[in-house]
């Protein structure tokens, strides 16, 4: 995919998320059932189904733009596909793969590339509900399998995870992620990579399919001072079809703590469209 194709995707998803934003308003209503182990298997409910510790078996495509600090651009393809399975269909695993477009501006000694990135797997279990309250263990992988060192983070990295989510209603809910990020392989040369993350969410369901999904990310580098990076995105979504099978969704990023503004990135931002099946 050329720089002008992946342009196009981009500017023809956002306007079909933004074009009826006016038509806003908040839905209230019956409280969902979630598929958590220990209950029905039961697809869940399209009005409820967003958010990353749902499970509903989907196809994504997403463009995500990332303008970095030194004035290089990195432009991700991303395919990814999410599978429920499980006697009660309480597993789900997600499979993503990444075409990656790096431009180099003025960082000593990297060049422009582009080609396979990373490829990341998300793996996750509902095991509990306590009322409101869902517990979820997952696992997510990053592998080094980028065909340039500029085109992916250099190492494989093993993310043990923990989710609590609270659910209100349809309309609204949070979640709370945890996660423990170490490698187990690194490029010879690379540091050794050990985080701890915070990510907060904030759902909400609107009138109309609409949704917007809201996150802080919190990470605490324990390899390099114990330093902070700190950003935060929001997102706005519809779902249209006649299952409400498909949905496109824009998403704005932004650092937020001086380091992730000078050494991580400036902005990102973000187009998708989801098919359910």
Same mark, same amino acid.
């Given at each position: ?14 306007? &079909?998320?933004? #074009?009826?934003? #006016?038509?806003?308003? &908040? ?13 029905? @298997? ?29 004035? *290089?651009?990195? *432009? ?82 093993? &993310? ?27 490029? #010879? ?24 999904? #809201? ?31 498909? @949905? ?13 503004? *000078? ?15």
């Amino acid at each position: 995919m050329t720089t002008l194709q992946s342009r196009s995707v981009r500017r023809i998803l956002s306007w &079909l998320v933004f #074009s009826s934003v #006016s038509q806003i308003g &908040l839905t209230h209503g019956a409280e969902p059932e979630p598929v958590v182990a220990g209950t029905p @298997a039961a697809p869940t409910k399209p009005e409820t189904a967003q958010g990353p510790t749902v499970i509903r078996r989907r196809m994504t495509v997403l463009d995500e733009y990332t303008a970095l600090p030194k004035g *290089d651009v990195r *432009d991700r393809v991303l395919f990814n596909v999410t599978y429920s399975f499980g006697v009660q269909r309480d597993y789900g695993l997600t499979v993503e793969v990444p075409y990656v477009q790096y431009r180099a501006n003025r960082v000593p000694g990297e060049e422009s590339a582009n080609g396979l990135g990373d490829i990341r797997t998300f793996l996750i279990h509902p095991f509990a509900t306590q009322g409101k309250f869902i517990h979820s263990y997952a696992l997510e992988t990053y592998f080094n399998t980028a065909s340039a060192a500029v085109l992916g983070q250099r190492s494989t990295t093993l &993310l043990p995870s923990y989710a609590l989510t609270y659910r209100h209603n349809k309309a609204f809910q949070l979640i709370g992620l945890v996660q423990y990020q170490f490698d187990v392989e690194r490029d #010879s040369g690379e540091d050794r990579v050990r985080t701890i993350n915070f990510r907060p969410f904030m759902i909400l369901n609107f009138s109309g399919d609409w949704y917007s999904i #809201s996150e802080v990310k919190a990470f605490l580098d324990l390899e390099h001072d114990k330093r902070w990076n700190v950003s935060a995105s929001t997102s706005l979504g519809r779902q249209f079809g006649e299952r409400k099978q498909w @949905a496109v969704f824009g998403v704005f990023g932004a650092p937020i703590n001086e380091y992730a503004r *000078d050494f991580v990135q400036k902005y990102q931002y973000k187009a998708g469209l989801n098919y359910y099946f």
